[in-house]
């Protein structure tokens, strides 16, 4: 008993290479089955009418109404049982198959035709709508692309943009159009990386993945969700690209029995889009319902030859009773034609993880509970379910920590490292923290928010790394290590901690929003205990500077000694002649030649000056020389005798490079080091300096560095780093150390995760939520000190900082104590010599030059004798 099953209507795209008919004609060999596996009873076979588009008449250049007047003609001369056709079939039509659907029966439908008459192979745009919508508010995007190509993607977008305003999305919709390699470019323009696709056609998802991918806008970084159902994402595309950095895909895709059925098509089933599975589907479920209808009647039902009538197929009840697991999934169909109760399989992941099941889709709950045999496991009224994340680790979501205080620490941090307890082995109870640390408070808070607020399971364990294991390039073969190569590999899904964001760095991982920014700033030894050189007051001329001017100097003594000497109209001369005294004949005799030199350098009076114009007109020469040297002397005096405050005058990179006074450096693979290394411009220059000092610089711990400030005792080091591991460090006792400078740079820390991870826009959303509530600040203004915490400096060590003190001026003081001391002795000398030369040779001569006279004669109050020789002795005396 032969049966005309359908007219099998193909448009432009379904008519190509003749493949829907070659998947109608293996559905026909399946059902036919002759050897008794067939749907059919063995003795009935169904067939197809295959009409395919004809260059004379070509339906989709059609309006509707023509459309369905040539359909309805058609039809009338075929004894046809059911029509299956496509959209495509007119692509001017705003729904050709709903049209039909109303006008006659049975119509299955390949396309979207809500609300309709027909037999829908696809869910419901409402359904994959709201599938869609669970999906991007579970993962958190907030600012999205939406690529879209026809009428039914659009009524998509429509509902998209007017739930915006409700999950807070910022939606950029993009109209696919012929042109799409052109379109790539205005994307990564955008620098909006979760993308949204969603086509009318899906055999254009073909094209869009390939050049997306040439493209590089489907690289690391990116997130690309597939809203129609079974991309062309097959297992052989993966492995092609896995040697590749690729996008981290979420797609979707029917639970199927593909295994089960014939095809002659040289691909797979499995491969196949989803159309193509509907469309071998659409057979099987007629012929299902065929066989219902026979097995009830002992015949087949007769067909409706005419369109638009009151008539209906009579195998339309027996439609609704199919229920078989197909190519394209669960197939049956409710009272309205609508695809019922299948199951949607959401894939996420990259890589070799790109096939993972991330969770799934149900169109009614209580029928995937009976089917099953279990409670649904997502929340109540809520129809999509989604696994919490794990890439690494099934049980946990694993995250990766570098110690490196205060923003991330083992509990007995300070103990071990200070030597507080003398037991470094420290028992915890169960639910006492084993960390602290700024992070680790911020990664309880999103545990809470992610957990309470957003529905997210978040169980994690912590993973650590060796200290300065954050993540660092090796140029040489353009390798990662540390926490970024293991986010890269996917044996970690979160690194948290002090890990510093950077453009090298966005390239291989992905990080959340900003949970902290932090300043660069200088490490130094406190001014208040900086050695300063007793004798500094030298430094601003050199040595040999030194020797030159005491050189210059004898020279010009000597010159005035000469000039002195033999000038004819000099003091010495002019005494010789009698116009002077002898007095004024020894002005400028040699000692004081010596002593008229250094006192016009200290400008200070000469109690008569030069006669000669020689004299006169050197005197000018030397007295200007000597006034700019100590200017220059002056001027270059505050910067030498305040070298230990150069480092607090800092205001930017040009200070610090421009200035010798100290050398400055960095804590290898520290969140400083790797902000000046992975950057440009007057950063970079920094790091040049540092790296090619002619010496070492670079410290392999922070507490090796600050050993080295503090036993530094001139001052001349100090460390660059970030503002709060500065602080922490600095804060140790035996203190002395100071934080000094502006901001010399800054630094963002955020929540790394593997490129395009779910998680990273989930954690961001957790980051604004703690932020929007006050949470984050208090976490920020948290402190993580113990009692080896340094007291606040005193008002006069806080002064010092910045004026001369005791200490500065200390060789001052001893110059004049040197000149004081020099003094008395000198004093000591000349009163020595005048009391036993001077005044003993006097005293030997005073009994030949005055007369014995008795004691009596002093004693009755008589006058001294007074004589000529007396008188003169006395006078000399005086």
Partial sequence: MFRKLSVSLYGHGTAEEDLYKQIMTDATTFINDAGGRGILPPNDQINVIHEKVLEDNIYEEQNLFKSVFQICNDIRSMEALALIMPSDFCDNCEAIGRAIGDAYSPVITLDQADNSGAFQMRPRLADIDSMITSVIDHFKWRTFIMLYEGKVALKLVESMMAKAVLYGWRITPLELKGDYEAQTDEIRERKVKNILVYVSNEDKLKKIVKESFDNEIM????????????????????????????????????????????????????????????????????????????????????????????????????????????????????????????????????????????????????????????????????RMFIEPFRQSDARFIKVLAVPEPPFFMQKNWESIRYKVDDDDDIDYDEHEDKYSGMSWELLKKVKEVMEEEMGVEFNYEIELKSRGQYGSLD????????????LMDGDADVAIGALVRDPYREEVVDFT???????????????????EYPFSMVYPIDVWGWFVLLLIFILASLLVFFLGMFSPYEWRKLAERGEASAEDGQIFNFLNSFFYTLSTGFWQGYYKGPRSWSLRIFSIFWFWALVCTLFIYVFSLNGVMKFSKTAINIHDHYDLLHQDQFKFGLVRFSPAYDFYRYNVGKYRMVFDRVLNSDEKLIEERIENAVYRIRRTWEGRFSLLGEDQILKYAAERKPCRMYIAGKSLGNITFGFATQSG????????????????????????EMKFSDELKCERETIWEGQSKYSFTVHDLQGMYYLIFIGMGGSFIVFVLEWLIYNIFIVSSWKSRMPQRMPARKKDDFLDGGDLPIDGNAAKSSADWI
């Fill in 219 to 382: 690289g690391n970084g990116w997130h690309w969700m597939f809203g129609n159902l079974n991309p062309p994402i097959t297992e052989a595309f993966l492995e092609q690209k896995y040697r590749h950095n690729m996008a981290f895909l979420t797609r979707f895709k029917m639970e199927s029995n593909e295994l089960m059925y014939h095809s002659t098509i040289e691909e797979a089933i499995k491969k196949w889009p989803f159309r193509q599975r509907a469309a071998y589907d659409a057979l099987v479920a007629v012929a299902h319902a065929m066989k219902g209808y026979y097995d009830a009647h002992g015949s087949y039902p007769d067909p409706v030859r005419m369109c638009g009538g009151p008539a209906r197929s009579k195998l339309v009840p027996y439609m609704k009773t199919v229920n078989f697991r197909g190519a394209s999934g669960d197939v049956s169909f409710n009272d309205q034609g609508e695809r019922v109760n299948y199951t949607i399989i959401m894939y996420s992941g990259k890589d070799q993880s790109a096939e993972t099941k991330a969770g799934f889709f149900v169109q009614d709950i209580r029928s995937w509970e009976q089917a099953n045999n279990e409670k649904w496991p997502g929340k109540k009224g809520n």
């Fill in 475 to 486: 140029l040489s073969n353009n390798e990662w290590d540390g926490m970024v190569r293991d």
């Fill in 513 to 531: 929003d900003a949970w902290y920014e932090g300043n660069v700033k200088l490490l130094i030894l406190h001014p208040s205990w900086t050695f």
């Fill in 757 to 780: 991870s779910p998680l990273r826009d989930q954690l961001s959303h957790a980051i604004q939520i703690l932020e929007k509530n006050g949470e984050l600040q208090k976490i920020r």
